[in-house]
């Protein structure tokens, strides 16, 4: 497998890049691209179908290629992977739920190979990440695995995000890239390092993704409390604090208030079920860098060739640590100096503590691709 990264600024500019590339004898079959918001995906996508190449990319809250760390820009990655190993389709969920969309993704992947692996980019703010991630397993099975990234934008919430492939764009719903795993394995690591602070509190009241109530209390008014926020809007762009939620089994996930509804419940990226126990969690940047760069350096030494890769990294860790997130992107290129892009997220996708692919915010998910 050959894989070329560049990152370009125009439209003008993309093209160009991929006509050099061409006539240097280089014929990619697939792109993984991500774009800033200002970027009209339809003219992105027209570009690559004048060349045949296939399309799986989301819109972004910046943009990473080959560690280093864009904003504004276009991220591509061009490889060369054989067509009868992958297949790309797109899931809307204007007429379903996040389970639904997720369970049609999973049965889709099945049919195209006998033992699939995904990758998933997901628009939409009322996406529900653990009902899609649920749904895909349901349709594909528990142990499927399912690697990938909310698309991302400028923190606007009147604004779309959008997933786009080259079968559209969508911005409710999610594009699915399966590959086949015999042929093209992917390998993937969620690191955190957000720590849990303070007293488990529960949700006393909610409703899939929405909180309306934490400990009997309304919950925008213990976030005022607890953080010492002032208003709605500190709160839905909060991202150096997270909620730690514990799941049955004693996993547990970070999960981020994506934006307060009118009626002051808050939206999060995922599900937040009553009865669950949370902890607010903060965490500095010296320790997100320090945990991640030893977490990636052992996963280096069980998983250390690959071709390729592909990095989701929440934004919360971009606005967290600032230009010093290159320290953890870099190093990616450090162990296993290969080519890699990617893109800052709302959301990601990954393994989780339990071995099995789950839904995460504030994580660096990275996936290595490998062709057998």
Known sequence: MISHVFSASSILQLETRIEEFKLGGFNPRIAFVFCAEAFDADEILEVFRKYGIEVFGASTAGEISNGKSFHGTISVQLMDISPETFSINIFDRNTSSSFQAGKEAGTWACTIFDNPTLLVSSSGWDADGDQLIEGIKCGAGNSVQVSGGFAGNDVHQDRDTLAFGTPGITNRGLVCLVFDQEKIKLSGITVGGWKGI??????????????????????????????????????????????????????????????????????????????????????????????????????????????????????SRLQTVGSLVEKETMSISDLWKIPYNGFFSFGEFGPGSTGLSDFHNFTLSLVLIKEN
């Open 198 to 315: 303070g007293t488990k509190k529960t949700i006393t009241r909610s409703l899939g993704n929405i909180v309306f109530e934490i400990d009997d209390q309304p919950v925008i008014e213990v976030y005022k409390k607890y953080l010492e926020v002032e208003s709605s809007l500190d709160i839905s762009r909060s991202n150096e604090t997270g909620l730690l939620v514990e799941r049955p089994d004693g996993s547990a996930v970070m999960r981020a208030a994506f934006l307060v509804n009118d009626d002051k419940s808050i939206l999060y990226a995922g599900s937040m079920p009553e009865g669950a126990k949370i902890r607010f969690c903060i965490s500095s940047s010296q320790e997100v860098l320090t945990q991640t760069i030893e977490q990636l350096k052992e996963f280096q030494k069980k998983v250390p060739d690959a071709d390729a890769g592909i990095l989701f990294s929440c934004i």
